[in-house]
């Protein structure tokens, strides 16, 4: 029951500089900026689980070395966190 923003933050900013992704490394700041309560509170209410799960699966791909799990790990993350953000926008079916 912490706030755990930072936390989260300093996760992807080390994925990202691991990853040598420049896209991703110039989003970081921008994510950081920008719609991070909505992301803390969605988390926080509904995703704590899935996002534990799949940050340790993402981890875990990483520390073995497994390129494509650790891209289906980031996939099934980003999804998962769409759907419910999507749910969210479109108001009707609040989650939050």
Known sequence: NKDHTESDIAFHACIARASRNIVLQSIIPIIDRSGIDFITTLTQRILKDETIKTHRKIVDAILSHDEKA???????????NLHYMQLEMEGGNSVI
Do not use: K
């Not at 650790?70 to 998962?80: D, I, K, P, R, V």
């Open 70 to 80: 650790a891209s289906e790990a980031m996939a099934e993350h980003l999804s998962t």
